[in-house]
Every structure is written in C-alpha cells, then in structure tokens.
C-alpha cells in the first residue's frame, strides 16, 4: 500500500459544481496534513493546512478522519480557475518527520 | 521576503555530463526537500536535508546522485553522468521545522540530450 494515496481523475465537473476529492494515508501517527494546488508545469503551491476540526478557507473547505485515515478536500461553486492538480501532503513522524505527497487529483473544471 | 529560489530554471546536458541544480530556502527555513516529476507524474521525494545533514535520501538513486546542503549557500543537487532518463522537473521545497509546511521553489527542468 502506497503511503499516501490519491484518486488520479480526471473530475471534470461544470462551473458551479460542488467536488471533493479524497486523501488516504496509511501512517497513523501523522499529524501534519496539508493541499497544494499545481497547475500545469508549475511548483505545487500550499493551498490549505488540515486541521483535526476541519476548516474552511472561502470556497475550500478541509477536513480530517483519523479513523479511516483520509483528508478531504471540498471545493464550492466551481471556478474555471480551479482547474488544477490537487496534492495531499502527509507529514512521517516516525521518518524524521518528512513529508510525503499524494499523486495528485487533476480537475477541469468547465464551461 | 524572498521565496525559494531555485537555480537554473532550464538545464541542457548531453547524456554523460554533469547536471548541478541549486536550491536557497526561504529566510529562517533550515529545512529542504528535493523532489522529482516527469511530465504527467506526481511528485517523486528524493532526499531530505537540513544544515549540513542528509536527514533521509532513500528517494535518491544511490548511483550518479548527490545531494547537500552547507553550512553557508545553497543546497546542491548533482547529478553525474547524465543519461536522458534523468530529464525532468527537479523542485526544491523548504520548511521552518519537520512538520511545517513545505514552500515550494520553481523548479529546474533538465532536459538531456
């Protein structure tokens, strides 16, 4: 099992679409959860950190299940701007604490 | 205050050259990550530093790759020998502590010919 695991997509989803995307991670001692955004053949940007509440940033909301060990990410009111590949970022507490990222879950979204 | 500053942005060898790829973390971060992306890939990690310690390079190829990060400049990454498997984007990420989040540089794309 990979250590961090995203859906690939591609989600395309028209503007104003609701889309969440889902994160597993198999560490249960981490404690550090984070999205990025990458857009197309640039670095990954920091989108949001994930904290155990869950929590919301405009149209983004994260959220935590250490149960099932996954984050999530929710994305309202879709903006064509939105388009991008979405990373999870998982902290490894018991490897130096280094982080380790998702394949990524590319979303077009359209007109 | 300055980002991540990667350097150069695009890399030309020929297969069997050196490629040297350098990373400035931003100000106050004693922390960096390298990480390789072939076009339509995730983020692949390669080694992890801080001052002038290899924290964890199990990503890296144990052959032709190098990384480090000295007391004073920026982190290196080299790369001996290049064959055109190694053409890729090569970004360098920098965080305050082990557990903060990374900030990303623009990355370097080595092309080798």
């Known amino acids: 099992r990979k250590e961090v695991e995203q859906d690939p997509g591609p989600f395309n989803v028209p503007e104003g679409a609701t889309v969440a995307f889902n994160c597993t991670y198999s560490?249960?001692?981490?404690?550090?959860f984070f999205w990025y955004r990458q857009d197309c053949r640039k670095e990954p940007k920091l989108l949001m950190s994930?904290?155990?509440s869950g929590n919301e940033d405009g149209r983004f909301t994260a959220q935590l299940n250490r149960a099932s060990q996954y984050i999530s990410l929710l994305i309202r009111d879709s903006k064509l701007s939105d388009s991008a590949t979405y990373l999870c970022a998982v902290n490894r507490p018991k490897n130096n604490n280094d982080m380790r990222f998702g394949a990524g879950t590319r979303l077009t979204v359209k007109p | 205050n300055a980002g991540v500053m990667q350097n150069p942005r695009h890399l030309v060898r020929r297969r069997g050259q050196e490629a040297r790829l350098r990373c400035s973390p931003m100000k106050g971060h004693s922390h960096v990550y390298w990480y390789r992306q072939l076009p339509e890939e995730g983020l692949k990690f390669m080694v992890y530093?801080?001052?002038?310690?290899?924290?964890?390079e199990s990503g890296m190829p144990k052959e032709r790759f190098s990384a480090e990060f000295p007391k004073e400049g920026p982190s290196i990454l080299r790369i001996q020998q290049v064959v055109r498997g190694d053409s890729a984007a090569y970004f360098c990420a920098s965080s305050e502590q082990g557990n903060s989040p990374l900030h990303f540089g623009n990355g370097t794309r080595l092309t080798v010919t």
């Open positions: 994930v904290y155990s």
């Open positions: 530093l801080q001052k002038e310690n290899i924290i964890d």
């Open positions: 560490n249960s001692a981490s404690q550090s």
